[in-house]
């Protein structure tokens, strides 16, 4: 039912968690060194969380001639692609297939 706004920032986040998992990442320049790994897409003025997803290794659907970074931000932004929105993400998202893509898709 929420409708955000125009801009939607991309980023990953660290859920902090100690215990014992396979899915835990060891990150020494985060304030929590040990968790879950997260890429999220939120609504800019609000912070509202519009989609996440963990990550969990290696996927084995990623297209090798779009790399893994690709399909994180195809599959965060496909309810919102073609809406007119304005996604912001770091250089570690960015490429030229996807900056195409994205602005082929109005937005």
């Known amino acids: 039912v929420y ?31 040990y968790g879950y790994k997260v890429f999220v897409l939120s609504e800019a003025n609000s912070g509202y969380v519009l989609q996440l997803s963990m990550y969990t290794g290696q996927n084995a659907d990623a297209d090798a001639d779009l790399g893994a970074t690709h399909l994180i931000v195809h599959q965060l932004m496909v309810q919102y692609t073609g809406k007119g929105h304005e996604v912001y993400m770091d250089s570690y998202y960015t490429s030229p297939a996807i900056a195409n893509e994205l602005a082929n898709n109005d937005t």
Do not use: R
């Open 3 to 33: 409708g955000p706004l125009k801009e939607l920032p991309l980023d990953e986040m660290t859920i902090a968690f100690k215990g014992k998992s396979t899915l835990k990442q060891y990150n020494p320049k985060k304030p929590d060194k």
